[in-house]
């Protein structure tokens, strides 16, 4: 005769103890709120400290740093450095190189993330590896050879020299791979089976979905192209043709350094970047969530 095992019931947790989980839950996200509140005074302080020093005037500056109201306030140094410096050349530059980039970057890196994730072909597993492997080379190992390349196809001092590097970007292949990933199988498999080539499938069924991962990858690339500074220093040898970052780095003279004009120019040079971030803010963030980055 079989005995039937004893059924446990649940134990109701008592006032005291959910009170106590409750509190610990209150305590949580006030340090969670304090952590956030102090990174972004960390972010945020550097940011407007520049902003009011592009404000005041050079010998009001040299005679009290640490007095942000002394001397008054004017943009005399937003005019003299946009008089003076080609900062419009500079905008341009960053602008063609940082679109160009993120056009062949999603471009690319979609249709090799897709075939990674979706296709079965010979080596597949070795070429993941690579692009996982590519993911802990450090940019600076990689300026010699592609300096000794580019020089050796006459790309030097053209935009292409600042666009090709970026499209090769491992960071934005495993995104779009760890996004293809996770579309439903029933979803391709009644694509292929209703006709759908596999150009198809990627252009009609995959990318259409995949917007959060292209804003994502889009955003990031911008900003990259945008802040690089090394590589466009070694390649761009004519004023003009600098980025911003490489032309702000120009303007400090070490003999007799301009403060509010420094800074009025890279105020100028970030203005463009915290209003990309602002503007696609949601979508970075719906983009990191879906794809699991962290």
């Known amino acids: 005769m ?35 509140t102090l990174f972004a005074l960390i972010w945020l302080v550097p940011l407007v400290w520049a902003l009011i020093t592009s ?13 942000p109201f002394a001397g008054g306030w004017s943009f005399h140094a937003y005019s ?17 190189i940082a679109t160009l980039a993120v056009l062949f970057t ?16 010979p080596g597949r597993n070795a070429v993941m590896a690579l692009v996982v492997a590519g993911l802990m080379l450090p940019t600076e190992g990689l300026v010699l050879p592609q300096f000794i390349e580019y020089r050796s196809l006459h790309l030097l001092g053209t935009y292409w ?12 292949v495993f995104v779009f ?9 029933p979803l391709i498999e009644a694509a292929r089976l209703d006709g759908a080539s596999w150009w198809r499938v990627y252009r009609s ?33 004519q ?6 970052p490489v032309g702000l780095a120009s303007l400090v003279n070490p003999s007799n350094i301009q403060y509010a004009e420094v800074m009025a120019s890279s105020v100028l040079g970030f203005l463009p970047l915290i209003a990309v971030f602002l503007v696609f803010q949601r979508q970075i963030v719906q983009g990191v969530a879906t794809t699991g980055l962290k």
């Not at 003299?80 to 063609?96: F, R």
């Not at 999603?106 to 072909?121: D, E, I, K, P, W």
């Not at 004023?239 to 911003?244: D, E, G």
Request: charged letters at 10%.
């Open 239 to 244: 004023t003009k043709s600098q980025t911003v």
């Open 205 to 237: 069924v995959c990318l259409p979905i995949s917007r959060p991962a292209v804003a994502t990858v889009a955003i990031l690339t911008f900003i990259s192209s945008w802040n690089a500074f090394l590589w466009p220093l070694l390649v761009l040898s």
């Open 55 to 67: 404000l005041r005037s050079d010998g009001s500056i040299t005679a009290k740093p640490t007095s």
């Open 106 to 121: 999603v471009t690319l890196c979609s249709m090799a993330g897709f075939a990674l994730a979706l296709l079965r072909f």
């Open 161 to 172: 020299a600042l666009v090709l590097p970026s499209v090769a970007a491992p960071v934005s």
């Open 2 to 36: 079989t005995t039937l095992a004893p059924v446990r019931r649940r134990r109701t947790p008592t006032p005291a103890a959910v009170a106590d989980r409750s509190n610990g839950a209150k305590l949580f996200n006030r340090l969670c709120a304090v952590c956030v």
């Open 80 to 96: 003299y450095a946009w008089d003076n410096y080609p900062l419009g050349y500079w905008y341009l530059n960053s602008l063609v």
């Open 177 to 185: 791979h760890s996004f293809f990933r996770g579309i439903p199988t």
